[in-house]
């Protein structure tokens, strides 16, 4: 399999494969890297495109709201030639810059696959980020990942995966703290409440029943306020399952993108 890699808009992009495009966003407590176990899998079948987001990894700033990076993203659909048949697959962060873009610019592609995401967070929600966003100013991204990590994978997870561990620490730790911060603030000043039910893609909702960072009830309202949603909860599953079942995730969502 090959990969292409690019800058488009300011967007640092990995590609790979051929056939109906998807995009993949990531989270806030991940680098696209997150998606490596199914991007060949994906790759099969479609034209899959994995940028990292606005102020992640090679990726310049977008400022400090999910809509600008929302409307960054949009730009891709034509500076890359996706036409209208795009899918779009968020997690976490990426999953509410899905839903933004989908409010924002749904014409401009077809399904929506958004994992471990919500409509807005309650206020001790909200909380944590501010907290996160304070700390990192102060002492830098190490000062948090320890934290990352419990709200990325289960904890029995973490005890027998150090590998993978460590490969997230190390891409968490290269963020730029600043850019890390006005994420956190964009994230707790998002509230979906009004806008979600003009959502009018098919949408399907996945969360791992053991998400501590965007727990299932989250999830529940998200897909009860979408006009054309499914909801799938995966057992044993955090924040990433993408990157913790591969497998299992990637059966989870194969009906509804019609992968073979």
């Known amino acids: ?120 967070f309650s206020p001790e929600g909200k909380q944590s980020f501010y907290a996160m966003a304070h700390r990192v100013r102060l002492s830098g991204m190490e000062s948090i990942v320890d934290v990352a990590l419990k709200r990325l994978f289960p904890e029995d997870f973490i005890a027998v995966n150090p590998d993978i561990m460590a490969e997230r620490r190390n891409a968490l730790v290269k963020t730029n703290p600043e850019f890390f911060a006005e994420a956190c603030h964009a994230l707790a000043a998002l509230d979906l409440t009004a806008d979600i039910g003009k959502i009018r893609n098919p949408t399907l909702v996945v969360v791992g029943e053991r998400d501590a960072a965007t727990p299932p009830e989250m999830a529940r309202t998200l897909a009860s306020a979408l006009p054309k949603a499914d909801l799938i909860e995966m057992p044993g599953c955090g924040h990433a399952p993408m990157a913790q079942a591969p497998e299992a995730f990637i059966k989870a969502i194969a009906k509804f993108l019609d992968l073979k």
Request: cysteine-free.
């Open 1 to 120: 399999m090959t990969f292409v890699r690019l800058r488009e808009g300011g967007l640092d992009i990995v590609e790979t494969g051929a056939g109906k495009p998807i995009v993949l966003l990531h989270s806030l407590l991940a680098d696209r890297a997150i998606f490596d176990k199914i991007v060949p899998a994906l790759g099969r079948q479609r034209r899959v495109i994995v940028p990292d987001l606005p102020g992640f990894g090679g990726s310049s700033s977008a400022g400090a709201t999910i809509e600008g990076i929302a409307d960054r993203i949009a730009g891709l659909f034509d500076a890359l030639g996706l036409g209208t048949t795009a899918d779009v697959l968020g997690n976490g962060f990426g999953g509410f810059v899905a839903s933004t873009l989908a409010i924002r610019h749904g014409a401009q592609f077809d399904r929506l696959v958004l994992a471990d995401t919500g409509v807005g």
